[in-house]
């Protein structure tokens, strides 16, 4: 079993910043990647990006490209989720996923789906 976590959230005024850190415990060894959804009310879970453990790969969805990065600190188990520039639409609670080798199913990084473990989330609110 791997628990995630994450932490960061908050309020803050349009064209502000906000780092998400998302935790691993547990069984860390077996991750092979992680990802950031987010979910506004009413709305259907949105990637949001995604980070490959072999080579440090990142997939960022189109919405938020050029504002946020991703980045991890392997010896901390944490990933971590730097957002500029954010607008009102960004408003949402955001989770933290991780996914495992050897889970079933084929892995595709912007489906929900093929993500093993998740964390409560975290509310992200951007006023105008």
């Known amino acids: 079993q791997v628990q995630v976590a994450e932490s960061g959230g908050g309020s803050v005024q349009a064209g502000g910043s906000l780092r998400l850190s998302c935790a691993a415990s547990?069984?860390?060894?077996?991750?092979?990647?992680m990802a950031w959804f987010r979910q506004a009310p009413g709305k259907e879970r949105e990637f949001v990006g995604s980070?490959?453990?072999?080579?440090?790969?990142?997939y960022l969805a189109d919405s938020v490209k050029g504002r946020f990065t991703m980045s991890r600190d392997r010896a901390k188990n944490t990933m971590y989720l730097q957002m500029n520039r954010l607008k009102p639409e960004d408003t949402a609670i955001y989770y933290c996923?991780?996914?495992?080798?050897?889970?079933?199913?084929?892995?595709?990084?912007?489906?929900?789906?093929?993500?093993?473990?998740w964390g409560q989330g975290t509310q992200v609110t951007v006023s105008s």
């Open positions: 996923a991780a996914h495992q080798k050897f889970s079933r199913g084929s892995y595709y990084y912007a489906s929900p789906v093929s993500y093993d473990f």
């Open positions: 547990g069984r860390t060894f077996l991750n092979d990647a």
């Open positions: 980070i490959t453990f072999s080579d440090d790969t990142t």
